[in-house]
C-alpha cells in the first residue's frame, strides 16, 4: 500500500480504537476495530492482511492514553460519534418499541410462523430474534407454528421441521408451543362448516381468470348467491377429495365492490392433487389458504401480538372478515419492512439456496458461502451475536440492512477473551505460497502466549528445529529482517532465516514486519472461508483442539475447528477477522 492509504488507514483506525475504548472503557484490541473499519471503508479491504500489522500501533497509542484523553480525542476528530455513544448511554434500555397495548393482556404471547420448505436464511432470523427479545422483556410466551399446508407450490422439507427448530434454539429461544398446520387441517374444515353457516364462504368453480375478469371488474361471480345446502355439500365434495385441482374453491364472501380488488371474495380452501410429505397428512387433498388457517390459528392459539412484513398488509384485511363473522378481535399487528444482509454472493432465497445445493454449488445449508443460520453455526459465530445484530435494527417499515460486520462485532465481543491464539500459514496465490527456511541460531522454539491479554494462561511451544514456512508475501528481502512473532527478529541470509535477537524495539522504533509462521513439519490444516478453500500449516498445538472449538488465526481471524486429524488434514471454518 502507499502512503496516502496508510494514513488513511491510520486515521480510520484511530477513531475506531477510540470509540472501541470509550464505549466499552477499556483497552481497545485490533480484532475488534477489524469489522467496522473494514465495513465502513470497503475500499481497504484488498489490504486486509496488511491492516493488522499497521494498526496495531495505533491501538497501542490509544491504549496509552487514560479515559479523559481518549475522550477528548475522540471529540476531536468524531464529535458526531462521541455524540451517538453519549445518546446510547442516555436512552432507553430497550433497542425494540413498546408493544402495542402490551399491558391490556395478561400474557403477551406471540408467534413465529415458517413455511418449512426449507432451513432458514440469514433473513428468517429476524423474527425469532425479535419475538424472542419481545418473550424476555415482558416475560411472555413465544410460539412456533409450522405453516406447512401447501404441499405443492411450498412443498415442505421434512428435515426443515427440526433444522428450523435447531435455528431457534442456537439463536437462544426455546418455544413454548410448537404447531405444525397440517396437524390441525380437521379444525380449519370445523370451522370453514361453521362459516358457511353464517353465510360468511361459498363454492365456486369458476375457472381461476374468468373469476380474476369479474373480481377485477367489482361483478359478483355466479356462485355466490347458491343455497347454504348446495354450499355444504359442494365443500363436504372437497373434503372427501371428489374434484380435481383447480376444480372447486371456498371462497369467504367479502365485498365484491371493496376498492381494493384483492380483498374481494378471497379464497379460503383450494384442492391440491399432490400428496403432503408428512405421512400423516397426506390423504388430505382439500387445503387451506394460508390467509384463512393462520387467522384462524392466531385467534385459537391465543396470539396476541403479530409481526409481518409491510406486504402483508392485506392479509390482516382479509383476516379481519373472517373474524368480524366470528366476532373475535384481531391481534395487535406490527408491519415491518424486509432486511437485506451484505457480504454474500448467494442470493437470500430458500429456493436459490437448495438449488445451488442441488447442483453441486454448495456443499449444503452450512456451506460457508451460503447465507444461512446454519453456516452462521458452522462458522463459530454465537447466535447471540446475530440476535443482537437484528434486534438493533428495530421494528421500522423502511426497508433495513443488515451488515455482517455488526455481527462480527457483537461475536468477538463475546469471544475473544476466551479464544486461544494460534498461526496459520497459507499456501495460496493471493498470499505467495508458502516459504520454508531453516533457523540459524536462536532457541529451540518460539513461545508466544496463549491469549495477549491473559499471560496467566501461559503459553505455546512451537519448535523450529525443521525449520519454518512463511507466507511468501511476508519473505523480507535478502539481508533485510523480520520479527517472527513470539519468536525474534531473524535476517533474511541466503536461504535461511539467521537469528539476530529478540529487542521488540526492532518493530516499535525500526519498523521491522512481525508476521506469523509454522513449523514446516507442522499439521496440515483447510480453512474453509465465504471465498473458497485455503490450506495451508499449522502449529502442533492445534491438534490439542476438538471440533467447536474456537481459535483465532493471528493476522487472519477467527475461526471454529470442525475436525482435527494428526494424520491427515484438519478443517476449520472462519469466522470473521
Given at each position: 500500500?502507499?502512503d496516502?492509504?496508510?494514513?488513511?488507514?491510520?486515521?480510520?483506525?484511530?477513531t475506531?480504537?477510540?470509540l472501541?475504548?470509550?464505549k466499552?472503557?477499556?483497552?481497545?484490541?485490533?480484532?475488534?476495530?477489524?469489522?467496522p473499519?473494514?465495513?465502513?471503508?470497503p475500499?481497504?479491504?484488498?489490504?486486509?492482511?496488511?491492516?493488522?500489522?499497521?494498526?496495531?500501533?495505533?491501538?497501542?497509542?490509544?491504549?496509552?492514553?487514560?479515559?479523559?484523553?481518549?475522550?477528548?480525542?475522540l471529540e476531536?476528530?468524531?464529535?458526531?460519534?462521541?455524540?451517538?455513544?453519549?445518546?446510547?448511554?442516555?436512552g432507553?434500555?430497550?433497542?425494540?418499541?413498546?408493544?402495542p397495548?402490551a399491558?391490556?393482556?395478561?400474557?403477551?404471547?406471540?408467534?413465529?410462523?415458517p413455511?418449512?420448505?426449507?432451513?432458514w436464511?440469514?433473513?428468517?432470523?429476524?423474527?425469532?430474534?425479535?419475538?424472542?427479545?419481545y418473550?424476555?422483556?415482558?416475560?411472555?410466551?413465544?410460539v412456533c407454528?409450522?405453516?406447512?399446508?401447501?404441499?405443492e407450490?411450498?412443498?415442505?422439507?421434512?428435515?426443515?421441521?427440526?433444522?428450523?427448530?435447531?435455528?431457534?434454539?442456537?439463536?437462544?429461544?426455546?418455544?413454548?408451543?410448537?404447531?405444525?398446520?397440517?396437524?390441525r387441517?380437521?379444525?380449519?374444515?370445523?370451522y370453514?362448516r361453521?362459516l358457511?353457516e353464517?353465510?360468511?364462504?361459498?363454492?365456486?368453480?369458476?375457472?381461476?381468470?374468468e373469476?380474476s375478469?369479474?373480481?377485477?371488474?367489482?361483478?359478483?361471480?355466479p356462485?355466490?348467491?347458491?343455497?347454504a345446502e348446495?354450499?355444504?355439500?359442494?365443500?363436504?365434495?372437497m373434503?372427501d377429495?371428489?374434484?380435481?385441482?383447480?376444480?372447486m374453491?371456498?371462497r369467504v364472501?367479502?365485498?365484491?365492490t371493496?376498492?381494493?380488488?384483492?380483498?374481494?371474495?378471497?379464497?379460503?380452501?383450494?384442492?391440491?392433487?399432490?400428496p403432503?410429505?408428512?405421512?400423516?397428512?397426506?390423504d388430505?387433498?382439500?387445503?387451506?389458504?394460508?390467509?384463512?388457517?393462520?387467522?384462524?390459528?392466531?385467534?385459537?392459539?391465543?396470539i396476541?401480538?403479530?409481526?409481518?412484513?409491510?406486504?402483508?398488509?392485506d392479509?390482516?384485511?382479509?383476516?379481519?372478515?373472517?373474524?368480524?363473522?366470528?366476532?373475535?378481535?384481531?391481534?395487535?399487528?406490527?408491519?415491518?419492512?424486509h432486511?437485506?444482509v451484505?457480504?454474500?454472493?448467494?442470493?437470500?432465497?430458500t429456493s436459490?439456496?437448495?438449488?445451488?445445493?442441488?447442483?453441486g454449488?454448495?456443499?449444503?445449508?452450512d456451506?460457508?458461502?451460503?447465507?444461512?443460520?446454519?453456516s452462521?453455526?458452522?462458522?463459530?459465530?454465537?447466535?447471540?451475536?446475530?440476535?443482537?445484530?437484528?434486534?438493533e435494527?428495530?421494528?421500522?417499515?423502511?426497508?433495513?440492512?443488515?451488515?455482517?460486520?455488526?455481527?462480527?462485532?457483537n461475536?468477538?465481543?463475546?469471544?475473544d477473551?476466551?479464544?486461544?491464539?494460534?498461526?496459520?500459514?497459507?499456501?495460496?496465490?493471493?498470499?505467495?505460497?508458502?516459504?520454508?527456511?531453516?533457523i540459524?541460531?536462536?532457541?529451540?522454539a518460539?513461545?508466544?502466549?496463549?491469549?495477549?491479554?491473559?499471560?496467566?494462561?501461559?503459553r505455546?511451544?512451537?519448535?523450529?528445529?525443521?525449520?519454518?514456512?512463511v507466507?511468501?508475501?511476508?519473505?523480507p528481502?535478502?539481508?533485510?529482517?523480520?520479527?517472527?512473532k513470539?519468536?525474534?527478529?531473524?535476517?533474511?541470509?541466503?536461504?535461511?532465516?539467521?537469528?539476530?535477537?529478540?529487542?521488540?524495539?526492532?518493530?516499535?522504533?525500526?519498523?521491522?514486519?512481525?508476521?506469523?509462521?509454522?513449523?514446516?513439519?507442522?499439521?496440515?490444516?483447510r480453512?474453509?472461508?465465504?471465498?473458497?478453500?485455503?490450506?495451508?500449516?499449522?502449529?502442533?498445538?492445534?491438534?490439542?483442539?476438538?471440533?467447536?472449538?474456537?481459535?483465532?488465526?493471528?493476522?487472519?481471524?477467527?475461526v471454529?475447528?470442525d475436525?482435527?486429524?494428526?494424520?491427515?488434514?484438519s478443517?476449520?471454518?472462519?469466522?470473521?477477522?
Amino acid at each position: 500500500m502507499d502512503d496516502a492509504v496508510r494514513q488513511r488507514i491510520e486515521e480510520a483506525a484511530e477513531t475506531n480504537a477510540l470509540l472501541n475504548a470509550v464505549k466499552h472503557d477499556s483497552e481497545a484490541q485490533v480484532g475488534a476495530i477489524m469489522g467496522p473499519l473494514m465495513g465502513e471503508n470497503p475500499e481497504f479491504r484488498e489490504y486486509g492482511d496488511q491492516i493488522p500489522g499497521v494498526i496495531a500501533p495505533v491501538v497501542d497509542r490509544v491504549n496509552g492514553m487514560d479515559a479523559e484523553e481518549r475522550r477528548d480525542r475522540l471529540e476531536e476528530l468524531a464529535p458526531e460519534k462521541l455524540a451517538e455513544l453519549e445518546a446510547e448511554d442516555e436512552g432507553e434500555d430497550h433497542p425494540l418499541p413498546d408493544l402495542p397495548n402490551a399491558d391490556e393482556y395478561d400474557t403477551v404471547r406471540m408467534r413465529v410462523a415458517p413455511n418449512p420448505n426449507g432451513p432458514w436464511h440469514i433473513g428468517h432470523a429476524r423474527m425469532a430474534a425479535v419475538i424472542g427479545t419481545y418473550k424476555d422483556r415482558y416475560d411472555g410466551e413465544f410460539v412456533c407454528r409450522f405453516d406447512d399446508t401447501d404441499p405443492e407450490t411450498k412443498r415442505p422439507d421434512i428435515e426443515a421441521y427440526d433444522a428450523i427448530l435447531d435455528a431457534i434454539d442456537y439463536l437462544g429461544f426455546e418455544p413454548d408451543d410448537v404447531f405444525k398446520a397440517s396437524d390441525r387441517v380437521e379444525t380449519y374444515y370445523e370451522y370453514a362448516r361453521e362459516l358457511i353457516e353464517k353465510g360468511g364462504a361459498y363454492t365456486c368453480s369458476c375457472p381461476q381468470g374468468e373469476f380474476s375478469d369479474l373480481k377485477n371488474s367489482g361483478k359478483a361471480c355466479p356462485h355466490r348467491e347458491k343455497d347454504a345446502e348446495t354450499v355444504r355439500e359442494e365443500f363436504a365434495a372437497m373434503v372427501d377429495g371428489e374434484y380435481e385441482s383447480g376444480e372447486m374453491v371456498l371462497r369467504v364472501r367479502t365485498d365484491i365492490t371493496h376498492k381494493n380488488p384483492a380483498l374481494r371474495d378471497f379464497v379460503a380452501f383450494r384442492m391440491i392433487d399432490t400428496p403432503h410429505p408428512r405421512e400423516t397428512a397426506a390423504d388430505y387433498r382439500c387445503w387451506p389458504m394460508l390467509d384463512f388457517q393462520s387467522g384462524v390459528d392466531d385467534h385459537l392459539l391465543g396470539i396476541t401480538h403479530i409481526i409481518r412484513g409491510i406486504d402483508l398488509q392485506d392479509s390482516a384485511k382479509r383476516q379481519q372478515f373472517v373474524y368480524d363473522y366470528f366476532g373475535w378481535e384481531y391481534p395487535e399487528v406490527v408491519h415491518w419492512g424486509h432486511v437485506q444482509v451484505d457480504e454474500y454472493d448467494v442470493k437470500m432465497s430458500t429456493s436459490t439456496i437448495a438449488e445451488l445445493i442441488a447442483d453441486g454449488e454448495l456443499d449444503g445449508w452450512d456451506d460457508p458461502r451460503a447465507p444461512t443460520v446454519a453456516s452462521l453455526k458452522r462458522r463459530g459465530i454465537r447466535g447471540q451475536a446475530l440476535v443482537d445484530a437484528m434486534v438493533e435494527l428495530g421494528t421500522s417499515t423502511s426497508n433495513v440492512d443488515l451488515a455482517m460486520s455488526s455481527v462480527y462485532s457483537n461475536n468477538r465481543d463475546l469471544i475473544d477473551d476466551e479464544t486461544d491464539r494460534a498461526f496459520f500459514v497459507r499456501d495460496d496465490d493471493a498470499h505467495g505460497g508458502l516459504v520454508e527456511r531453516q533457523i540459524v541460531g536462536g532457541p529451540d522454539a518460539g513461545e508466544p502466549p496463549y491469549h495477549p491479554d491473559f499471560e496467566e494462561r501461559g503459553r505455546r511451544e512451537i519448535p523450529v528445529a525443521a525449520g519454518v514456512v512463511v507466507e511468501g508475501d511476508d519473505l523480507p528481502g535478502h539481508g533485510e529482517r523480520v520479527w517472527l512473532k513470539g519468536y525474534g527478529c531473524v535476517r533474511h541470509t541466503r536461504d535461511a532465516f539467521e537469528y539476530v535477537g529478540d529487542d521488540i524495539s526492532a518493530v516499535r522504533e525500526e519498523g521491522v514486519d512481525v508476521v506469523h509462521w509454522a513449523p514446516a513439519d507442522g499439521p496440515e490444516l483447510r480453512l474453509r472461508t465465504m471465498d473458497g478453500d485455503v490450506t495451508g500449516v499449522t502449529e502442533p498445538g492445534f491438534l490439542d483442539y476438538g471440533a467447536d472449538d474456537l481459535l483465532q488465526f493471528e493476522r487472519i481471524g477467527f475461526v471454529r475447528v470442525d475436525s482435527v486429524d494428526a494424520d491427515g488434514e484438519s478443517v476449520t471454518y472462519f469466522a470473521h477477522p
